[in-house]
């Protein structure tokens, strides 16, 4: 069944209302959150609907929208039957179900598919209450269920698009960042690839030295214009469009560290499953370990440990032939993690043996470049939050000092990090001292580093020290705390880390 003209779906416009499309978006994300769904709809996703571009929403979207329309039916909001969608003739289909295993063979079988244009439209329901904006969500592919609609940027890898003018900035952020420009041209090559993997380094260059709070916002568009440049098509040679993909995804990751660090889950949830899409749609190995290795991080932070699991042991599937044993390690102490989020002792113990084993076999020609951070100091700090996680106090103590030994001053958020982490294993402990002592040192260090993470670490172990607050070296540091600025609202207090 081919269709060659798309049918605006009417109905749905009708229940958009006096709201604008990015309006009517927040309460699709705020009702996907009231029954547990994860959907990333945006101002975008809506205009396709409405153009009838999408004639059959996904399962997850169909289950927000029935929830939101209580008694309607997809016809009732304008959308095809699914089965009219899915003949063997059809051209494009509704979104199927989620996978099981990685897919590179094409954009809709690995990152959800465009949609035929919609043939009906039908009466509209009343539109529901206006619900207050929420921040993205979006699911990964593989374990995870339904891939949400932000992961729909379908990459043209042929025909000659005019790239508009566009910039890689970081300007304003705490430390000045040079500007990249990329050029007017009908052709992306080396100069756009190569301002878009200058803008990952600096990222992580800014992020080392002065933490996520000030950045995220301003990285946002430079992620933008990445995927404009890979929405614009190419004609360069295959070697600089797998570079681009690759970029684009690192700069995803980069991005929704950015946003993970600065307490904003449900945006680094976003920007991690738009690294993954990238990463099966160009069949890049190395950036789906990276991606699953960071949704590994974030599912354990959000309170999601056998997710954490899932991805860590995905993103192991995915890095077993990439030559690099330390990127084994790592997914290796992401799984550990979740095992103790889990109470699994037994597991978190075995996994961080085989983190030590893969991580003793030294650094490898197939280490990627991002991995720069995970060295001796970092598996530390991963191991004493394992045992942190499993309130073995003492044992995650004596891991975050060594952590904070070994630790290269030139990281100084890293280092924020490891002591508020000690702080916290330490107060927990009974070791109050120590514990304010160390946490005087991060508030040094939060002079100059900016991590709505960090205060939130610091603020639990100051909570923890509160009853002792009787304590000479105990209430200096209560004092001194209660007159830094205050975590931001949601921040996490838990034993977590980069």
């Known amino acids: 069944m081919v269709s060659t003209a798309a049918v605006p779906n009417l109905a749905f416009r009708q229940l958009r209302g006096q709201r604008s499309a990015g309006e009517f978006a927040a309460a699709v994300r705020r009702a996907a959150r009231e029954i547990g769904e994860q959907v990333a709809c945006d101002a975008r996703y809506i205009g396709r609907v409405e153009s009838g571009e999408i004639r059959c929403p996904n399962y997850a979207y169909e289950r927000v929208f029935l929830h939101m329309f209580p008694g309607a039916s997809l016809a009732d909001l304008g959308f095809s039957a699914r089965e009219s969608v899915r003949g063997r003739g059809a051209r494009v289909v509704s979104e199927p179900p989620p996978t099981t295993g990685p897919t590179t063979s094409a954009p809709s079988t690995s990152a959800s ?38 992961l729909r940027r379908v ?89 681009l993909h690759a970029g684009a995804g690192e700069l995803a990751i980069s991005v929704g560290w950015l946003a993970h660090d600065s ?24 950036l789906e370990a990276h991606a699953f290795c960071n949704t590994s991080f974030l599912a354990r932070d959000a309170g999601r440990p056998r997710e954490a699991v899932r991805a860590a042991e995905a993103g192991q599937r995915a890095a077993r032939t990439l030559g ?17 989020g889990l109470g699994d002792r037994t597991g978190c113990d075995r996994a961080i043996g085989r983190a030590r084993a893969a991580f003793d076999r030294g650094m490898a020609a197939g280490d990627p470049e991002w991995m720069n951070f995970f060295r001796e100091a970092e598996l530390e700090l991963l191991e004493a939050q394992c045992w942190s996680a499993l309130g073995d106090w003492s044992r995650a103590a004596r891991h975050g000092r060594r952590a904070t030994a070994l630790q290269d001053a030139r990281f100084t958020r890293n280092l924020a990090l490891y002591r508020a982490q000690l702080t916290g294993d330490l107060a927990r402990a009974g070791r109050v001292d120590e514990a304010a002592a160390t946490g005087h040192q991060v508030l040094d260090l939060l002079t100059r580093v900016q991590s709505a993470r960090i205060r939130g670490m610091l603020a639990g172990a100051a909570r923890v020290l509160e009853p002792r607050a009787g304590a000479g070296p105990v209430a200096g540091f209560l004092t001194r705390h209660q007159e830094s600025p205050p975590a931001p609202p949601g921040s996490p207090v838990g034993p977590v880390g980069r």
Do not use: W
């Open 155 to 243: 990459f043209m890898t042929s025909g000659t698009t005019t790239v508009a003018a566009a910039s890689l900035c970081l300007g304003g952020a705490p430390a000045s960042a040079a500007r990249v420009s990329l050029p007017t041209q009908r052709r992306v090559g080396e100069t756009e690839v190569n301002a878009v993997e200058k803008a990952v380094r600096q990222i992580r260059l800014l992020d080392d030295r002065h933490g996520a709070d000030g950045l995220y916002r301003r990285a946002a568009q430079p992620l933008r214009e990445a995927y404009e440049l890979l929405d614009a098509g190419t004609t360069a040679r295959r070697a600089t469009s797998d570079r």
């Open 263 to 286: 307490g904003r889950y449900d945006d680094a949830r976003s920007h991690y499953a738009e690294a993954l899409a990238t990463a099966r749609l160009a069949g890049d190995a190395g």
């Open 324 to 340: 690099s044993p330390r990127l084994l390690a790592l997914l290796a102490l992401r799984e550990a993690g979740g095992r103790a």
């Open 113 to 150: 598919s465009a949609f035929p244009p919609s043939t009906s439209a039908s009466s509209a329901f009343p539109p529901s209450p206006s619900r207050p904006a929420l921040l993205p969500r979006d699911t990964e592919t593989d374990d995870f269920p339904e891939e949400s609609d932000v």
